[in-house]
């Protein structure tokens, strides 16, 4: 969530809020070493009982109101906003997952799923302490941020051959996930992120390395 300095939300919390995110770097991680089958069977219950709690927060007005006393600081504003009846980051950061899991090869999902991760922080607090100019719907030093922590991911993230190619691919993943980012939407970019990295990659394997079998790494496991 890159966005141009706001006294609205302390620094203090969105660090806090963005510590919590990380915590998300273990399902890429844990991913690497397992099947798709014990990756979903473990994380679309821990989602479903996430998604179901966050609905009863928005509809159940007790559940809401102990949820806002325990967990209140560190939801945003348009999820705290009953009329719009936003769903929290955490569900859409499990959703996002499983559905990546289940839809694309492993080597994508852990470069995407990664970026999704650690990039989406640097880019907000980047942006919300340094932000000064405006890009798309957000900031520049935030998008800026997002796309050079995002090279990194790629650089060390697991690939099939380590061919010249895959890094190239990478490099436009990066690129499109700063755009993604950075873009004004009314899905939430948990999910825009990954899937829109993750299509955009099996597209240019597809394309640039037909010859790689890009479900190598789904053998891990």
Request: proline content about 5%; overall charge positive; charged content about 15%.
């Amino acid at each position: 969530m890159n966005e141009l300095p706001n006294v609205e939300q302390s620094y203090a919390i969105e660090i806090a809020r963005k510590a919590i995110h990380l915590c998300s770097l273990s399902i890429p991680i844990v991913y690497y070493f397992v099947s798709k089958t014990t990756a979903l069977t473990i994380l679309i219950p821990i989602a479903v009982l996430f998604g179901l709690s966050d609905i009863a927060r928005l509809l159940h007005p007790p559940t809401g109101r102990l949820y806002e006393k325990y967990f209140g600081f560190l939801l945003r504003s348009h999820e705290r906003n009953d009329r719009g009846r936003r769903l929290n980051g955490a569900t859409y950061v499990l959703l996002s997952a499983a559905v990546c899991i289940w839809l694309f090869p492993k080597v994508i999902v852990i470069t995407a799923f990664t970026i999704l991760i650690v990039s989406d922080s640097f880019a907000a607090l980047i942006g919300r302490k340094f932000g000064k100019h405006r890009f798309m719907g957000k900031s520049f030093e935030g998008s800026s941020a997002f796309f050079l922590s995002a090279l990194v991911v790629v650089a060390v993230a697991p690939k099939i051959s380590y061919l010249p190619a895959e890094y190239f691919i990478g490099i436009v993943a990066a690129v499109l996930g700063a755009v993604v980012e950075a873009m004004p939407s009314i899905i939430d970019d948990n999910l825009t992120i990954p899937i829109s990295i993750s299509l955009a990659m099996w597209l240019l394997y597809d394309t640039l390395l037909p010859a790689v079998n890009v479900f190598g790494l789904d053998r891990i496991g």
